[in-house]
């Protein structure tokens, strides 16, 4: 007895240790490889992790062995595994939200008010305040409390195409078939100044300036039709840079949380833009057909700005930049904002624009056009939605492919994250919405209930409502 009890651990395979190696998500060793006892689970293996990284407040982890997540204790994984002893486990801990949202499972209001289709929802920065667009040409305001229309938006001569919020909360602008964009105070309804033109065709996509670079909000980038990009300043209500370039439709514009601009287009390119001066800085080749959806790693922060789930409110701009800047840099930490394009050529290329021309991988597995690509707000996974009837999800970081979600029986056109990433949520060509389950790649909830197509989808960034619209005019309201 008294010799086992002095036996080296892990100098033999009876002694119930297992080698394993802590990694973070971005692949960095956390300390040297530890030898740890086979009753060890994530609840020890949370323990050690906060104690290595000296966390004062102790953070939840899920752990992950390879795709897989660690459920049991690491005797049980080894056996079920019939796992080498020998070998070096390699662990990935991955921060989780410290909170938890419940996911949608009933309609709680269906709104009329649009009399045609609903091309676009979004909820405001904060989760309080919900905008639509339709293609009766109105964009309206919605009283979430009341579940009634607050006020219809009259100006727009065509469809209202996309709407996006100001991530300090104080605008919504929306631009139209017509190729003009109108902006709009959402405390009163009201337009704020003449419509802004100077694009030829109708517009594509709409993103902000982040606050955390700009406080208050003053200037946005509008896609076009028309092969252009325009940033336009709000308070002198004219365009102040054309970003030209692309030989074709833009069909995508993210503003990035560095200060960059990137849009994607039918010319198959990918495009970095600087701000100041509008200088084209790279272009990113590699999809061999239209770019149709781009999608940043950092995008719920850039969304929400100063917003999180603890509903804090902030009474001058410099403190909202303060707290937007303190989330987005927590958020990126040390590694570079990443960049995902889902395109009609079937695949998804993951890009790490500003240390690389090059892709970080190539995503592919989808059978028709990729419609719709999305990070999770933790950044760790990403969605994609195709005309394939699927959703799948990948990798945030590698790009490696992780689960596919069938249930759908026609085209995927939207999806939207829960604010803890752990849901996923779906809107389809087949009238439904579904909600999906990160940790065991299953529907969670099937919602029928709209009556034709469904366009549009959004899960409020305090995560307790989803809105959805599509071509049965109404606007849906879920709740838990």
């Not at 973070?24 to 104690?51: F, K, R, T």
């Not at 102790?58 to 204790?73: M, N, R, T």
């Not at 994250?417 to 909830?445: C, E, F, M, P, Y």
Request: charged residues 20%; glycine residues 8%; proline residues 4%.
């Amino acid at each position: 007895m008294e010799n086992r009890d002095q036996q080296e651990p892990g100098s033999g395979s009876g002694s119930g240790s297992v080698m394993c190696q802590l990694v973070s998500p971005e692949g960095d060793h956390l300390g040297a490889a530890l030898y740890l006892p086979q009753n060890v689970g994530p609840p020890q293996l949370q323990e050690i992790v906060n104690h290595l990284l000296h966390n004062e407040d102790k953070l939840p982890y899920a752990f992950y062995i390879g795709d897989e997540e660690l459920s049991v204790q690491l005797g049980a994984y080894m056996q079920q595994k019939n796992a080498n002893v020998e070998v070096t486990l390699r662990i990935v801990y991955q921060p989780q939200a410290v909170f938890r949202i419940r996911p949608v499972n009933r309609c709680s209001a269906t709104i009329a008010g649009h009399t045609e289709a609903v091309l676009a929802v979004s909820f405001s920065p904060d989760g309080r305040c919900l905008a639509s667009g339709s293609g009766d040409t109105t964009v309206r305001f919605w009283d979430l409390n009341t579940q009634t229309p607050l006020f219809t938006c009259k100006g727009h001569k065509n469809w209202v195409l996309c709407i996006a919020w100001s991530p300090d909360g104080n605008h919504l602008v929306s631009g139209s078939k017509s190729g003009e964009l109108i902006l709009w105070d959402p405390k009163t309804g009201k337009q704020l100044g003449t419509p802004l033109t100077g694009h030829r065709k109708w517009i594509t996509a709409v993103s902000w300036e982040p606050v955390h670079l700009q406080a208050p909000c003053r200037r946005f980038v509008s896609a076009s039709k028309d092969g252009d990009a325009r940033i336009w300043d709000i308070t002198t209500r004219k365009c102040v840079i054309a970003l030209t370039g692309h030989t074709n439709s833009v069909t995508c514009v993210k503003w990035g949380g560095d200060g960059l601009i990137y849009t994607g287009s039918e010319d198959c390119l990918i495009k970095v833009w600087e701000t100041s001066q509008g200088k084209l800085v790279k272009t990113l080749q590699g999809h061999g057909h239209w770019v149709n959806s781009l999608a940043l790693s950092t995008e719920y922060v850039l969304r929400t700005g100063a917003y999180d789930h603890t509903g804090k409110t902030y009474s001058t701009a410099d403190e909202m930049k303060e707290a937007a800047l303190a989330r987005y840099k927590k958020m990126r930490g040390n590694a570079p904002e990443r960049l995902v394009s889902g395109s009609d050529d079937f695949t998804m290329f993951l890009w790490e624009p500003t240390i690389s021309k090059q892709p970080k991988a190539r995503m592919t597995g989808h059978q028709k056009l990729v419609n719709h690509v999305y990070f999770s707000p933790d950044g760790q996974w990403l969605a994609s939605a195709s005309f394939d009837k699927s959703v799948k999800l990948w990798n945030g970081i590698t790009g490696k492919f992780v689960a596919a979600f069938r249930g759908h029986v026609a085209d995927v056109y939207q999806i939207s994250w829960s604010a803890d990433s752990r849901l996923l949520l779906s809107g389809s060509k087949d009238s439904t919405l579904k909600v999906w389950d990160i940790r065991t790649h299953k529907l969670k909830q099937d919602l029928p209930g709209h009556a034709d197509e469904v366009y549009a989808v959004d899960w409020s960034p305090d995560g307790e409502k989803v809105a959805s619209g599509g071509k049965d005019r109404v606007l849906k309201l879920w709740m838990n």
